[in-house]
């Protein structure tokens, strides 16, 4: 995420768009050339869909990073998800409009839809302070367009853990609960301790609780 956004000058879009609108890739695809990926990345068709025709004979070639640890899941699927809605790190909302850009680091251009995202002057709740990506509760194919849907009016995603008082929290993927990236590139581990509030202030990308 880091590597990207400092040739990009931008965190890479959640989801990939047609021109029309349609979802067609994740992040996960855009970051392939940032994970010695490259030949892997340059086999994709950035105006097709996950699951068309081409693409998805490629869905076999996941690289080890997106692998899953533990946890039940389908074949060639991941935990590793973003926060994504509004007030998260990542805003894919079609209403807002595409627009195209260039992709410097992939030599391609694809669209999105929200604001730009930059580390660090997108975070100014500060970066250590806000949450890019979670293991997820259920794992998804790992070039399609789904990550952890996040709404400050509704409840939160089910991430990868166990949470008595609130199971839709953490459930399924570890007892203890789950690892997440910071918007500062470390990695820590959220404990079933964790309350609501102070996920929602994690997740919010200005670093203020949500409601």
Do not use: C
């Not at 086999?43 to 998805?56: A, I, M, S, V």
């Not at 007892?175 to 820590?188: I, N």
Request: charged share 20%; hydrophobic share 35%; aromatic share 10%.
């Amino acid at each position: 995420m880091h590597n990207y956004n400092e040739i990009n000058k931008r965190l890479p879009p959640a989801v990939l768009y047609g021109k029309d609108g349609t979802p067609l890739l994740s992040w996960r695809v855009l970051l392939l050339p940032y994970l010695e990926q490259q030949d892997l990345f340059k086999q994709f068709k950035l105006d097709e869909p996950w699951d068309g025709t081409h693409n998805r004979k490629l869905l076999e070639k996941m690289p080890n990073v997106y692998a899953p640890v533990r946890g039940k899941h389908g074949p060639f699927s991941t935990f590793y998800q973003a926060f994504d809605g509004p007030g998260a790190a990542f805003q894919s909302d079609t209403r807002q409009g595409l627009r195209p850009f260039t992709a410097e680091g992939v030599e391609a251009t694809v669209f999105e839809a929200g604001r730009v995202t930059r580390i660090p002057g997108s975070f100014p709740g500060g970066t250590s302070r806000t949450l890019l990506l979670a293991e997820a509760g259920e794992a998804v194919p790992w070039t399609k367009p789904a990550d952890l849907p996040y709404d400050p009016g509704k409840p939160l995603p089910a991430l990868g853990g166990q949470f008595n008082e609130a199971p839709t929290l953490f459930r399924s993927q570890r007892k203890m609960g789950t690892h997440a990236l910071f918007a500062d590139g470390s990695v820590q581990f959220l404990s079933n301790d964790a309350d609501e509030a102070t996920l929602r202030e994690l997740i919010a990308a200005t670093g203020e609780k949500g409601t």
